[in-house]
T-cell receptor, first 115, second 112 residues
């Protein structure tokens, strides 16, 4: 069974631009969660989608948005990029709604650099 | 709010040494606790978990016991190998929210 895939793996953008990251979950998984990883703030939860609905949201500004398609693939969009948005963005999928008994499987991440 | 505190790294040990990485948490209710590992250039992998007090999670020689009285979930391994070099993250999932709250991560370096 293929794991969680994220595209692209690396991305360089300039301030003010927008970016879209993609995540394909493990086949059969219906939940996709997104996390931001930075050296300063560590790992922070962005949002979770389950069956095309946002079920949970972290404490990030509205510039960060996402969506999930009927095939469970998810995209994350960041508009008006700032230097502080440079980070590793991780996607995780789980079979059911991410919870205590639903293990999350992580992709390798997308490394975003904002210049 | 909920939070996780883990010991700062890097932790440097010789092969076959005993490992302890401390993790304490603050949470209301009865959270589930996790240890994830991130090998260089790879994504996060679940190492072990415990869902209720006094549970012991174990995997690949690592183990951690959910101690509610001390709000701790320390990671231990009796004899580390060079291949255990990685960053280890402690995390919790509250029973009301389910989003993962992460510790800062501890880099482990094992020297041959």
């Amino acid at each position: 069974k293929a794991g969680v895939t994220q595209t692209p793996r690396y991305l360089i953008k300039t301030r003010g631009q927008q970016v879209t990251l993609s995540c394909s979950p493990i086949s059969g998984h219906r939940s996709v969660s997104w996390y931001q990883q930075t050296p300063g703030q560590g790992l922070q939860f962005l949002f979770e989608y389950f069956s095309e609905t946002q079920r949970n949201k972290g404490n990030f500004p509205g510039r960060f948005s996402g969506r999930q398609f009927s095939n469970s693939r998810s995209e994350m969009n960041v508009s008006t990029l700032e230097l502080g948005d440079s980070a590793l963005y991780l996607c995780a999928s789980s079979q059911g709604w991410a919870g205590t008994n639903n293990e999350q499987f992580f992709g390798p991440g997308t490394r975003l650099t904002v210049l | 709010g909920n939070s996780v505190t883990q010991m700062e790294g890097p932790v440097t040990l010789s092969e076959e040494a005993f490992l302890t990485i401390n993790c304490t948490y603050t949470a209301t209710g009865y959270p589930s606790l996790f240890w994830y590992v991130q090998y260089p250039g790879e994504g996060l992998q679940l190492l072990l978990k415990a869902t209720k007090a006094d549970d012991k999670g174990s995997n690949k020689g690592f183990e951690a016991t959910y101690r509610k009285e001390t709000t701790s979930f320390h990671l231990e391994k009796g004899s580390v190998q060079v291949s255990d070099s990685a960053v280890y993250f402690c995390a919790l999932s509250s029973d009301s929210n389910y989003q993962l709250i992460w510790g800062a991560g501890t880099k482990l370096i094992i020297k041959p």
